[in-house]
């Protein structure tokens, strides 16, 4: 007899029944798993990573969506450099997005402490998470109407004492914080529970040994508070952050960009070269900038923030 032969016949007859089970389960639990994920995976693979990857494609070409699309290259990002409506986007895109993570954060984290120190109401949580609920479009047209200049009611109530009416989305310098307003309004609950919920995984036994030696709330919550919630944080704001970058319904409905471009953010810039005026290579373009942009921001914040790491390990 060979020496494989041997081999194999050892290996044989040292298998057990438990380890063919086992083996059969585990097969057994894989398929079951792909099952499930074949959804998921299919839905990735046609709406996120085929798209992504076309629009890399097109991001190289001259391409509207009458004809072929035409290998040009880098051209497209030549142009975009010195484009300066591009960079006045990306500016307003930036001022945008500092005015609404800077204001949700903070009253978010207001509204999380509140919660867990006066009162963990289920009703008033899911009061909170209301105007979330609401779609973006909905909530741009309510506050559309109620801060218009001639019909609206917050003018109506600046007029009974005797102030005059504010063009709220007709100001130049009103308009961004306006939007930013509006969005702050709908996601300020939703962000406050995320943040709520990371203070409940905070042992209870770090502020009595705090309260022990004589440490107040207001020294609590920053010594120990915002440091052992800096993971949940880092997570907060890069999905605030990506998500506040890609505004673009706020705008549509409101302002459509103007006055003057001033609320022109880089999303709506690149609808308007898309469908306004059929450069869709351009767009991709400009799409492909963008999602560089956040997965830099992204990765930054990640590290900067150390999300991975615990203070409580």
């Not at 009458?66 to 001022?95: C, H, M, Q, R, Y």
């Not at 218009?148 to 709220?168: M, T």
């Amino acid at each position: 007899m060979s020496t494989n032969a041997i081999q194999q016949s050892v290996k044989k007859a040292g298998r057990t029944p438990k380890d063919s089970t086992r083996s059969s389960a585990g097969r057994s639990e894989l398929k079951t798993a792909l099952i499930f994920i074949a959804p998921a995976a299919i839905g990735f693979l046609a709406f996120y990573l085929f798209p992504t990857i076309r629009g890399f494609y097109f991001s190289l070409t001259q391409y509207n969506i009458l004809g072929a699309p035409k290998f040009i290259g880098f051209d497209n990002f030549v142009k975009i450099s010195k484009d300066p409506l591009f960079w006045n986007a990306l500016w307003v895109t930036i001022e945008y997005v500092l005015l609404n993570i800077g204001f949700q954060t903070i009253i978010a984290l207001v509204l999380a402490a509140l919660m867990q120190r006066l009162t963990q109401s289920t009703v008033l949580r899911g009061a909170l998470l209301l105007p979330w609920l609401i779609s973006n479009v909905i909530a741009a047209m309510l506050w559309f109407w109620l801060l218009d200049y001639q019909i609206g009611l917050v003018n109506a109530v600046l007029g009974w004492f005797g102030l005059s009416p504010v063009a709220f989305f007709g100001n130049e310098l009103l308009a961004i914080p306006t939007i930013a307003f509006v969005n702050v309004w709908r996601h300020m609950g939703y962000t406050a529970l995320l943040i709520y919920a990371g203070m409940q995984t905070i042992p209870r036994y770090v502020y009595e040994a705090a309260s022990i030696d004589g440490s107040s709330e207001w020294s609590s919550f920053w010594r120990m508070t915002m440091p052992l919630l800096r993971p949940v944080l880092a997570m907060v704001l890069v999905i605030t952050v990506t998500g506040s970058f890609q505004v673009f319904d706020t705008v549509a409905v409101t302002t459509r960009g103007g006055p003057v471009n001033v609320t022109r953010v880089i999303q709506y810039y690149i609808f308007q070269k898309a469908f306004g005026e059929g450069q869709f290579g351009y767009a991709s373009a400009i799409s492909v900038i963008l999602f560089i942009i956040l997965a830099v921001m992204a990765a930054a914040q990640l590290r900067l923030l150390r999300a991975g790491e615990s203070d409580l390990a």
